[in-house]
Nanobody
């Protein structure tokens, strides 16, 4: 059974930082990319960042490039999202996700996702 458990969300002022964590278990060999999506109420879920299984390749949405960094620790089966210079428009529920490829992750075609963690950025 696949489980993706996010943690690290919260309330932060604009310009601040947060680090999200995602503990993964039960993933199969069909999964080659991990990443983060986010969704604001009334909007569609959108791609934020992705990382290959080896950790050697990363992809970012244009809106977060230069501010967010995705990384992974395979020994701990954990993926991280370091978010710096946060803006009010980054406010959303952030979901950890697993997909068959980086390309699939970037168009939010994911196989698994977690329960989400709320990130709120105040102005």
């Amino acid at each position: 059974q696949v489980q993706l458990v996010e943690s690290g969300g919260g309330l932060v002022q604009a310009g601040g930082s947060l680090r999200l964590s995602c503990a993964a278990s039960g993933l199969t060999f069909s999964i080659s990319a991990m990443g983060w999506l986010r969704q604001d109420p009334g909007k569609e879920r959108e791609f934020v960042a992705a990382i290959s299984w080896s950790g050697g390749v990363t992809r970012y949405a244009d809106s977060v490039k230069g501010r967010f960094t995705i990384s992974r620790d395979n020994a701990k089966n954990t993926v991280y999202l370091q978010m710096n210079s946060l803006k009010p428009e980054d406010t959303a529920v952030y979901y950890c996700a697993a997909a068959r490829s980086l390309s699939a992750m970037m168009i939010t075609q994911v196989d698994y996702w977690g329960q989400g963690t709320q990130v709120t950025v105040s102005s």
